[in-house]
């Protein structure tokens, strides 16, 4: 993307806003500093400006084995909020950030008026990380709460409303705002808020230096495993109850047609016997029984597994009380650390020649709304990509396949392309959201959430082979097909480009992935068998892919 003319105030740049950074239309002139207390034609004095806010709310992590769909997404956009009625927006993002936003403020008004592209260039990278410091600054106080104008500065990445077209405020203004989908789907201010909370564990874990590392790290790592071992345990147990009310309604619905009896008229209306149907759930029935016996059996499994791992953390709780805040040192700068982590989510997002400026200005951004990556949009868009790929958010454990969708970041980026940070927790393998990153602000949302979506099923496959990442499952088939080939680069980007041609064009028959990685995807990746249905009658390519399809089960080696 150009990034020549970014907010030139000539360039339509709101007249109240050029004035707060001392822009005018004709040569730039020196303007003497404010006497403290004193607001000169609209400049903020920054000697009494910075304060402090409160408020926030908590919703559970939980994954619901119930869920085997993403909600029909029908409403993309509200009716409009007042966002930007408020011409001291500006002045209150940076209220009560001190050095930081002081910093931002006299940045801007530099980079505003450069003319040299060289000095421009340096104010830029300048202006970027400055924005970042007061980005940490205000995430620091997510937990407490924050004021409409800072929520808006890291959730959409809205500095001043002067950078936005009309269109473009109407356009912010009429995103909704809550999350009515009930998935994990975040934008960067609620996601650092259940951060701070403790509703989710932080990106940071592995990379925070911990004092004491010894037996005290020991313990709480101890801690922190058992405490994912109990999730899975416990998820897993969800989804054995779940089963177990589905056959439970099952039996009841075959029970009724069993007691159900015809009348014999010829014989003054005496119960007839029991025709084929009421046969045919006698049957059933006896299945259900038997599922519901081995349910009970597992179901009792899991409370005991539940009872043992509870007292077993009952014993690290009391070893590892006051380690948690004395000994880790870092509970106060865990929300400033998943900021940093924000960070690199973005540049990642944007890769190294795309464009990193973090703030939201109009010449980068289309006022249509279905283009931007907003929470419904993007579900909208995974829902797609899980309807040709069924199997991107299954994970077996213990014989039990649940489907998890990982918490997705929306991130107030330009970036071209979504990323998996974590195909899943730490300490939690099994059963955890992992958590991928998608820009606001893309070239394209389907390929953004579609190269997302291809880095999840690539890291979650290797770190499930793990050490034989090379050898098995699909990683290592891909890997192999990738050496016999004698290609160069980097596997897993040429994986994501195959897996977006797999689902954008294979599914719909035009043949545009290499022979042997065609029957990779189709046997490891499997379309949905409607899919398969179809594209066996369209070319012999795919009918000899389902053939060996059938041969396979016959042969039980599927």
Known sequence: MDTRNEGNGQNGLDPDLAELLEIEEAEPVPVPAPAAGVDHSGEPDFHTLFAEEKAAEKK????DPARVRFPTIIQIQEDPKPYFQDKDFYKKVLTGEGDEGNRV????????????????SKCRAQLISAFWELGS????RTAVGLILPKRLLLRFGVLSPGFLTPELRDMVSRIIYENKTGEPVYYVDEWLERVS????????????????KDTAQKILDGLEKKKGQRDSEFTILKAKISQLDERETMLRGQMDILTRHERNEDMGGLKACFNSSQKQAMVTIQDLL??????DTQMASSYAALSNIDKELESLGRKSEGMSSSDSAVDQKTVVGEWMCIRQMAKMTAGRQGNHFPIFLSQFVRPAIREIGTRENVIREMAQV?????GLFMRTYKSQSTRIVPNVILIASYGDAGVCW????????ATSRGRVAIPLYPKSLPVAVMTAMADLRWQVAKEKAQYYWMEEGIT?????????????????????????????KESQGMQKLDKDVRGIFWRMMPFPQHIKDSLRNRSTVYNELYKKDQNIAKSDGY
């Open 197 to 212: 909370k403790g509703l989710v564990r932080p990106s940071t874990a592995d990379e925070v230096k911990v004092k004491g």
């Open 137 to 140: 600054r205000i995430a620091y």
């Open 422 to 429: 974590e195909p899943f927790e730490k300490f939690n393998r």
């Open 290 to 295: 038997r599922q519901l016996s081995a349910l």
């Open 60 to 63: 559970s992590d939980d994954v």
């Open 386 to 390: 899980e309807a040709l790929d069924p």
């Open 476 to 504: 290592g088939k891909y890997y192999q097909w990738f050496m016999e080939h004698k290609l160069r680069g980097d596997v897993r980007e040429y994986f994501i480009r195959d897996y977006a041609l797999w689902v954008n």
């Open 105 to 120: 403020h006299e940045l801007l008004a530099k980079y505003m008026k450069a003319e040299d592209p060289e000095e421009k």
